[in-house]
């Protein structure tokens, strides 16, 4: 097995800094959908220009939808051939269409 490299302090901190921006992202972008202010459709057009929303797990960002649940989130990928991991940046077109279909007018 492989060490990791060694980091500076300084590189170190900027690194936890930037995990921390990206986590600090991801969870208002599933605050935004949770409350409604922000559409299914929308996070999916800012995930192509974003990398750090791009990164969010499909899985998680339904289970954000108001009215579903893990269990309706998990039910709806595996409906959908979705992979539990997949990422939003990750899915293919017919899987984003379907998507879309479901959960474009969602809010």
Known sequence: ???????????????LEKAAQARRLRAEIKDKLKM?????????DL???DEMVGKLK????????PGLGKVKAKRTMGELGISE????RGLGSTQREKLLELFGEHR
Do not use: H, N, Y
């Open 58 to 65: 499909v899985q998680s960002v339904l289970q954000s939808l």
């Open 36 to 44: 409604g202010i922000m559409t299914f459709p929308e996070l999916l």
């Open 1 to 15: 097995m492989t060490t990791p490299p060694s980091l500076t302090p300084e590189q170190r901190q900027a690194a």
């Open 47 to 49: 995930a192509d220009s």
């Open 85 to 88: 991991t997949r990422r939003l």
